[in-house]
């Protein structure tokens, strides 16, 4: 049974930072990622990393955004710098399983800021 499993979420101030983390289990991942979903607005994608470690960011997120991932522990993570209220969304984790190319997702941390 697939599972992805986030934390990291929270409250912080404009400027701050946080980190998320998302561990995934029950299989084999190629692409993980994460997106976001604002109040009201489609969900987003943030950044996505291979399991070479390539990496893809939207534009508003480069450079204050940096996705890493630990393939020996199928965890990925997203740091994030330099966060606006507008950033305020529930980030969701996303793995491509290797061979079926199936998408999971996991179940969302909120992850509000303040001004």
């Known amino acids: 049974q697939v599972r992805l499993v986030e934390s990291g979420g929270g409250l912080v101030q404009a400027g701050g930072s946080l980190r998320l983390s998302c561990a995934a289990s029950g299989s084999i991942f190629n692409a993980m990622g994460w997106y976001r979903q604002a109040p009201g607005k489609q969900r987003e994608l943030v950044a996505t990393i291979t399991s070479g470690g390539s990496t893809n960011y939207a534009d508003s997120m480069k450079g204050r955004f940096t996705i890493s991932r630990d393939n020996a522990k199928n965890t990925v993570y997203l740091q994030m710098n330099s966060l606006k209220p507008e950033d305020t969304a529930v980030y969701y984790c996303?793995?491509?399983?290797?061979?079926?190319?199936?998408?999971?997702w996991g179940q969302g941390t909120q992850v509000t800021v303040s001004s």
């Open positions: 996303n793995a491509e399983e290797w061979g079926t190319k199936y998408n999971y």
